[in-house]
């Protein structure tokens, strides 16, 4: 399955509904300040750039993932929402998603990028997924603090 990539206004309602599944989830497994993702309203500011990510089935586009960067500096961005829709998760969608934003971050001029994500169980395989993909745990970055919900890690572009 190949994934196209969309620039997304977080407009449509099969957007809004798979970001508000995303948030659903967050706010069910962490506790509320400790939860950092971001609502479409959110997604929509001039220092972020979403995009969605869908597969062609005979029935129509289907969406299978999102992905957003937020702009800390000229040289520093953040990974933040990225999510694989359930139906897709353990299939190659996650990989594609990633190598989809590290190129956007990369022809954007960013060296580095950074993200966010829990020390819950839930979030252990994506802990593991970004390890593999060349992440090592870092300080907090931009608003941060530290917070013993929270791992931070980060990479060189």
Known sequence: MKLHFTL????????????????????RISLP???????ASQLRRPDIRFWTGWAQ??????????C?????DAGHVELKTMRVGAAYRGSA???????????QARASGATRISLETGTEAFFTPARRFYQRN????????GSYHPDPNSCFMTRAL
């Open 33 to 39: 300040e400790s939860v950092h993702a971001l609502d």
């Open 68 to 72: 957003a960067l937020k702009q800390l």
């Open 93 to 103: 969608a996650a990989q594609q998603v990633l190598e989809h934003v590290l190129a």
């Open 8 to 27: 997304d206004p977080a407009t449509d309602p099969r957007v809004l509904a798979f970001l508000q599944e995303h948030l659903d989830d967050m706010h």
């Open 134 to 141: 060349g992440f090592v745990p870092c300080e907090p970055f």
């Open 57 to 66: 089935h005979e029935a129509g586009p289907a969406l299978v993932a999102s």
